[in-house]
């Protein structure tokens, strides 16, 4: 049984950077693409990310271009989302989550992904 474990989320002040992490175990991530979503509160969760298969493919919302960055290595069963110049509204807790298919592309639709994590919070303050 996969389980995947987000980390790094944190409070941090506008404009900082943030490293999240989501590490597995169970089962490699190899062969299979990860999403990276968030939600605030009272809304819905939306797409932030994607890295797919092998990691030579990242996707992300227009909200984040440009600031954050999807990567993997594989060798630690790990997923990363770097993120700079970070705004309040970036303010959620965000989520990994794995494709249901293996050799999958960097796919935004939240029901692409079937294995998810307990989630990471992230606070940006103004």
């Known amino acids: 049984q996969l389980r995947l474990v987000e980390s790094g989320g944190e409070l941090v002040q506008a404009g900082g950077s943030l490293r999240l992490s989501c590490t597995a175990s169970?089962?490699?991530?190899?062969?299979?693409?990860v999403g990276w979503f968030r939600q605030a509160p009272g809304k819905v969760r939306e797409f932030v990310a994607a890295?797919?298969?092998?990691?030579?493919?990242?996707r992300y919302s227009d909200r984040v271009k440009g600031r954050f960055t999807g990567s993997r290595d594989d060798a630690k069963n790990t997923v990363y989302l770097q993120m700079n110049s970070l705004k309040p509204e970036d303010t959620a807790v965000y989520y990994c989550?794995?494709?249901?298919?293996?050799?999958?592309?960097?796919?935004?639709?939240?029901?692409?992904?079937?294995?998810w994590g307990q989630g990471t919070q992230v606070t940006v303050s103004s």
């Open positions: 989550a794995t494709d249901r298919d293996r050799y999958g592309s960097d796919r935004p639709s939240i029901q692409t992904y079937d294995y």
């Open positions: 169970g089962r490699s991530l190899y062969m299979y693409a």
């Open positions: 890295v797919n298969w092998n990691g030579d493919s990242t």
